[in-house]
């Protein structure tokens, strides 16, 4: 066993993160349009590239940005990779989603009874077309839990039972969706072990190799 682990960065090459990127960006695309049919109007959701860090350095990036308290959509996921996978907003940004959701006309009492249960859906609806889509492109199946409610501050989000493993990775991504003219943003943020990342980087390898023909070693090699 080795005294250290080694780092995200070295374990997914540029290529594997490359195509890391662009099944995020297609899963995100099939979370907005189930979204979309969900609500009725056109949900613009769009997710910059993907940032892979530490658990320490994911905690610095969710409390540097986001001061007041938050909410979280979670749920654990199980397959050929494992883990956990969050929706995080900022808790005053929680009532406008519900409100966007449920078409913005029902009064503020119901709004914040109806706010677990919309929360939870939409959390469903985005994480589970996501991750299910991602899946689906690797040719794997992926099983996910209920979602769960949390609220807190970032770093409760990053210490949930069973305790994370000292070397476990966290896929980042800033979020900025509109739906009936509300702009909401948030984070979608996937926890995983190095086992479970090495497992994704050889499904990355034969994702690439199915979609250009050419192996990752040979790639490298060219490179």
């Known amino acids: 066993m080795t005294a250290a682990a ?20 297609i899963g995100v695309s099939a979370a907005a349009a189930s979204l979309r049919e969900m609500v009725g109007e056109q949900v613009h959701l769009s997710v910059p590239n993907v940032t892979l860090v530490s658990r320490p350095r994911a905690v610095e990036m969710l409390t540097e940005r986001e001061a007041a308290k938050l909410v979280a959509v979670h749920q654990v996921f199980e397959g050929d990779i494992t883990g956990r996978v969050l929706l995080i907003f900022p808790e005053t940004r929680s009532l ?3 409100r966007a959701v449920t078409g913005g006309e029902l009064p503020l009492e119901d709004i914040i009874e109806l706010e677990q249960e919309a929360l939870a859906e939409t959390g469903n609806i985005i994480l589970n077309g ?10 794997r199946s992926l099983k996910m839990s209920l979602p769960e409610i949390l609220r807190g501050d970032g770093p409760e989000f990053f ?17 900025d969706f509109a ?7 948030g984070y979608i943020v996937m926890l995983m072990d190095m086992p479970s990342l090495t497992a994704l980087k050889t499904l990355l390898d034969e994702f690439i190799e199915r979609t250009t023909g050419v192996a990752v070693s040979q790639a490298d090699a060219r490179g």
């Open 179 to 185: 739906i009936r003219q509300r702009d909401i943003q």
């Open 96 to 98: 406008e989603l519900v």
């Open 6 to 25: 080694p780092s995200a960065l070295t374990v997914l090459n540029e290529l594997e993160l490359d195509a890391l990127t662009e099944l995020v960006n």
């Open 130 to 139: 996501c991750l299910a889509t991602i899946a689906n492109m690797l040719e």
């Open 159 to 175: 210490e949930l039972a069973p305790p994370p493993a000292a070397g476990d990775v966290v896929m980042f991504l800033y979020i």
